[in-house]
């Protein structure tokens, strides 16, 4: 959830409250408040798969930052090899270069103990396939010095396309609430002036939740389990945080980092991603779910909260209104449920 969602849900919401108002109105204006409602629904759609992909290479950037450090380990280890074999190739070389006049047929005519002479012919031949042995493990060596330091150039590629990748996500995100703005100003005066009072009504609403006069009825006790009570507290005490991309706590969240360490409480441990957290767990319907069961949301799916019970979820929503207490038949389509619990 970015920037996007913060124009968007409040829109939504306000485009719902004023639909009403204008009831009596021509159809051709309620023809362009639903197409406003529909587009800008579209637009927090969009907005919430910009959040999920932001993640994932964000968790791309961060595997490839730890490989690349064992990438500098492992050539660091691997050059202090090659630069001693080095040293030994080097005196090899030298001591043979200062025997090259002397062969062995001329020791074996030349020695006067003929004994002698087979040993010192056997004992050089075995330093020549040692010599051998040598060249060979200080070639391969230096072959796969060179495959690391390839290896590591391609993690630092992959750096490079990751940070740049996250760079335009947060740009496509500013272009999303660009569009709202847009689409907002093409309304009439009379509909931008209830949207504002609308928009005003929901963020004092959301300021009260903050400060502790929360607009809904609490949620029920948690019947379903020890694990599922510890997790719906933990849940609301966070109720007021604020978003922040990539977030996992202690004092800000994003909506799949808000869940993974709602989880790591009671010592399930799951990736930062909507879509990777909807694989865990066992699907549950709408009509079935209990309190601590993850609720999905917008294709992907592309965000991720927490069902309370009593008909509400707790999740990290966005920048505008941070992590919320809110019934979860809101603005965001519902895809489904999973419980780990």
């Avoid at 492992?74 to 001693?84: F, H, L």
Wanted: with cysteine.
């Amino acid at each position: 959830m970015s920037r996007v969602n913060r124009t968007a849900a409040a829109l939504v919401s306000a485009l719902l409250v004023a639909s009403l108002a204008w009831l009596g109105q021509p159809s051709a204006q309620a023809d362009a408040l639903s197409d406003a409602k529909a587009k800008l629904s579209q637009l927090q759609g969009e907005a919430s798969q910009a959040d999920e992909q932001y993640n994932q290479v964000n968790a791309s950037l961060t595997a490839a930052q730890t490989k690349l450090k064992q990438d500098q380990d492992a050539i660091t280890a691997q050059q202090a090899k090659v630069d001693q074999l080095r040293d030994q190739v080097a005196i090899v070389s030298l001591q043979q270069f200062q025997d090259r006049g002397i062969t062995s047929t001329a020791v074996l005519f030349t020695s006067g103990d003929q004994n002698d002479a087979l040993n010192t012919f056997i004992v050089s031949s075995m330093v020549a396939d040692t010599t051998t042995a040598l060249l060979q493990t200080y070639q391969l060596s230096q072959a796969s010095l060179a495959d690391m330091e390839r290896s590591q150039q391609a993690t630092v590629d992959s750096i490079k396309t990751d940070q740049q990748r996250l760079k335009d996500l947060k740009a496509e995100a500013s272009q999303k609430v660009q569009q709202a703005q847009k689409l907002v100003d093409q309304l009439t005066a009379a509909q931008q002036a209830a949207l504002a009072e609308a928009a005003a009504a929901l963020a004092a609403s959301t300021r009260s939740s903050v400060s502790g006069a929360v607009s809904y009825a609490p949620p029920p006790p948690v019947k379903n389990g020890a694990a599922a009570a510890a997790i719906v507290s933990w849940a609301m005490a966070r109720v007021g945080l604020p978003y922040v991309y990539g977030g996992a706590g202690p004092s800000s969240y994003d909506c799949s980092g808000f869940t993974m360490a709602a989880y790591a409480t009671v010592g399930i441990h799951l990736p930062h991603s909507a879509s990777s957290q909807f694989n865990y767990g066992k699907p549950v319907s709408q009509a079935d779910l209990e309190p601590g069961d993850l609720v999905f949301f917008y294709g992907g799916p592309g965000h991720v909260g927490i069902y309370v019970g009593g008909g509400m979820i707790v999740d990290a929503r966005n920048e505008n209104v941070g992590v919320v207490y809110k019934p979860l038949n809101g603005s965001m389509p519902f895809v489904g449920a999973r419980r780990l619990l």
